[in-house]
């Protein structure tokens, strides 16, 4: 009997199409779509990626792949995992990534206990990532060789103990010829478009959905000063929700120059505005961290990624628990934003691990 | 895939296409290959198939020929019920009573219904799964003089309980109230006459028993108003215009007759299998529990299980990988286990993971496949809870 892999289907193209390389590969596939929030009030007739119709379309998908396909209802490990949390972070006036969450705990974790449970051998996603073997015998999440479609920034919080048993098909893969691929195998979901929003804020509202979640008159939801760094009152916002470090749009005008979210502070039911210059940062503190490679020690040069697509960073380690640490950037940066993840890499290029950006300075 | 021959145990998704239905539907097919409103020989060939897969079916039901009105399904039929009835008294504020274990069909269709003005009730049930039939009396209460239809489903598609209906229509009649029922799962199973169960309205579908996929029927005395769910010809009285498809019903009727021809046996032998599949289980699966089992009176070709500590999709691939085909509940949406409305509604608490797993039986289900079907979900549960327990990697 061939080799078992559970293959994590949402229903876009690139999980598609890592199913069928693992079929063409030899591999014995069953496609697993996680069912993470409930689709019972999405109208009829609307398109919505991770809704019923990325359930359909894995679900087609697999049919056309000839492998088994189930949806797996991880809906209340998500709602404390994933959606808990990005209610808390942005009530503490922190900018989280639920897909880090989701894929630490949900993807990574809960799915794989699937995957014992089917007794296969591995679990495949479609992310741009890959696995590498390094020389102490382990194995490193390494970045994928499309640099442009990277997607390791979201993946630095898988267990380590993990890693052996994953498959990124399309790690060596560039995005166009995994659309070709799709069209070639007559998937239905070849010419999906990309998704960027938040699964389980398909409006993309989620200062709406946090509405939804938080008291009426939480700082996060509820009407509080905007100010300069030196405490002066210059306007008034809806929420602190609605701003994050580094953002220009919807600030009061009339200054001499551009002026930029500097700080969220909640318990004050402030929005600290300031000037470019005020946003740069040269040091930041993780925290919630994990390591997938030895822990690099106080010194040791890295490469940091502070948010998605934003360029690597040389940096030096100022000190680093086994649950978080602190690094001097090699020179000042702008919006370093906590919620935010920062990744540290090797000189290989191979993940050593990342936190939750706490603080910056 | 194991190379042991594939068991088929979810007859009530589907119940494949009789073989006897397939010759009619193509025998028919060359005499009624044509449009039955057509005024010509051709046509009166199609329409004369037409008619005599009616009567065959009104036959069955012991229900007039003209109240048989043929649908493109259950869902068809059951809007066309509910949403029918409704719309019929469209500003006077109608009442809908549905139990809260209705098929999604009458569920989503007394929603849309009460969305258009309607009040809707929705009856409990107990944790067998049967509406008491004081509540019925409760809610019929309120409804004064306006017009009401009561619709619950002659036996639950889910977990097999079935519903009092005698008393049910009984009670709604004697308000003043319409009756519909969902006899989808009930239909060839169990006994069903419209003579026994004086319903004003009666839903059955094809492919349940063996017929084709794509054709129902809503059986309706001759009195009841019901508004159109979509207009043009006079096709089925005008309640569900549009081309009707002889050679199906022609192959539906002809499935009705085989289930209807075959059920005592079945009656005789199913509950067997059940029983025997729901020992094996018991006996294997620590903790088991068997949906419905209190009930006065069960699906015989239905068994419904739940697995504490492990989760539907694990158990259903494992199964679908052994070459075992069930489903958890209702097969309808999108391929998602769970959440089952009817679980809910019968005060099951829910707290971690709980593996809902239906079994259900068709013509030629032998002993063998149950107990091979029974083996293989004791080992896959075994298999899932033991990597459920473990830490994880």
């Not at chain 2, 809610?139 to 079935?162: C, F, H, K, Q, Y």
């Not at chain 2, 043009?232 to 009707?244: A, F, I, S």
């Not at chain 2, 998602?336 to 809902?356: D, F, K, M, N, T």
């Amino acid at each position: 009997m061939s080799r078992s892999v559970l293959c994590a289907m949402s229903g876009g193209v690139d999980s598609s199409v890592a199913a069928a390389l693992l079929v063409e590969a030899g591999w014995r596939v069953i496609g697993a779509t996680v069912k993470t929030f409930c689709y019972a009030d999405v109208p009829a007739g609307t398109r919505s990626c991770c809704g019923l119709e990325g359930i359909a379309d894995a679900r087609a998908v697999a049919a056309r792949l000839g492998v088994p396909h189930q949806v797996f209802d991880l809906e209340d490990d998500f709602t404390r995992d994933v959606i808990e949390d990005f209610v808390a972070e942005h009530a503490a006036g922190r900018t989280p990534i639920p897909c880090v969450r989701c894929n630490s705990f949900t993807k990574f974790r809960d799915l794989v206990r699937r995957a014992d449970a089917l007794d296969c051998e591995f679990l495949a996603t479609g992310h741009y990532a890959r696995t590498v073997p390094a020389d102490d015998g382990t194995v490193r999440l390494a970045r994928a060789a499309d640099d442009g479609k990277d997607q390791t920034y979201f993946l630095w919080g898988i267990e380590r103990g993990v890693l052996p048993r994953l498959a990124f098909p399309l790690g060596e893969a560039r995005k166009s010829e995994v659309r070709a691929r799709a069209r070639e195998l007559g998937l239905v979901t070849a010419d999906k478009p990309e998704s960027f929003e938040i699964c389980f804020v398909p409006d993309g509202d989620h200062v709406g959905f946090l509405r939804r979640r938080l008291p009426r008159a939480h700082p996060a939801v509820s009407a509080g000063p905007i100010v300069l760094e030196d405490g002066t009152r210059v306007g008034e916002h809806a929420g602190t929700a609605g701003f994050t470090v580094g953002q220009r749009k919807g600030l009061p005008g009339g200054f001499p120059e551009p002026m930029f979210v500097v700080e969220v502070r909640p318990t004050a039911r402030e929005v600290v505005i300031g000037p470019r210059a005020s946003l740069a940062r040269s040091q930041l503190v993780a925290e919630r961290g994990n390591w997938l490679a030895p822990r690099p020690g106080a010194g040791r040069e890295v490469e940091v990624r502070i948010r998605h697509r934003a360029p690597l960073v040389p940096a030096v380690v100022e000190a680093s628990g086994p649950d978080g640490f602190t690094l001097a950037l090699s020179a000042p940066r702008e919006a370093v934003t906590p919620g935010q993840s920062a990744v540290l890499y090797g000189e290989d290029g191979s993940v050593l691990g990342g936190g939750v950006i706490t603080a910056a300075a | 895939m194991s190379n042991a021959p594939r068991i088929y145990l979810d007859h009530a998704a589907t119940s494949p296409l009789r073989p006897e239905a397939r010759a009619v539907r193509e025998a028919c097919a060359d005499v009624a290959d044509a449009n039955p409103a057509s005024a010509h020989g051709f046509g009166r060939a199609a329409l004369d198939v037409l008619e005599r897969a009616r009567q065959g079916l009104a036959d069955l039901l012991e229900a007039p020929r003209d109240g048989i009105l043929f649908t493109s399904g259950g869902t068809a039929s059951d809007n066309l019920a509910v949403l029918g009835f409704s719309r019929a008294h469209a500003g006077q504020r109608p009442l809908v009573v549905v139990s809260a274990v209705e098929h999604k069909a009458v569920l989503g269709a007394a929603r849309r219904a009460a969305a258009e003005g309607a009040e809707l009730v929705v009856l409990p049930v107990g944790p067998d799964g049967a509406v008491d039939p004081v509540d019925l009396e409760h809610a019929l209460d309120g409804a004064d003089d306006r017009p009401a239809l009561v619709s619950v489903m002659w036996a639950n598609n889910e977990i097999g309980t079935v519903q009092p209906v005698a008393d049910l229509c009984r009670i709604a009649r004697a308000r003043g109230a319409r009756f519909h029922t969902d006899a989808v799962q009930a239909f060839g199973k169990i006994p069903v006459s419209l003579a026994e169960v004086p319903a004003d309205l009666l839903t059955v579908t094809a492919h349940k028993i063996g017929g084709p996929v794509g054709i129902g029927l809503l059986a309706r005395r001759e009195d009841v108003p019901l508004e159109p769910l979509c207009y043009g010809g006079t096709q089925e009285n005008g309640l569900w215009p549009g081309t009707q498809d002889a050679a199906a019903a022609a192959a539906f009727a002809e499935a009705a007759r085989l289930a209807v021809a075959e059920r005592p046996d079945a009656a005789a032998r199913w509950p067997r299998l059940r029983e025997a599949l729901a020992a094996e289980l018991r006996d294997g699966i620590e903790g088991l529990v068997v949906h419905a089992e209190g009930a006065a009176a069960r699906l015989p070709h239905l068994l419904s299980v739940g697995v504490p500590g492990v989760d539907s999709a694990t158990l259903l691939v494992a199964l679908d990988m052994a070459g075992v085909a069930v489903s958890s509940g209702s097969a309808c949406g999108s391929g998602s286990s769970s959440g089952s409305h009817v679980l809910a509604a019968l005060g099951r608490e829910r707290s971690g993971p709980y593996a809902v797993i239906r079994f259900s039986f068709g013509p030629a289900t032998t002993s063998e496949e149950v107990r091979r079907a029974a083996a293989t979900t004791v080992r896959a549960a075994a298999r899932a809870r033991s990597a459920g327990s473990a830490s994880p990697a």
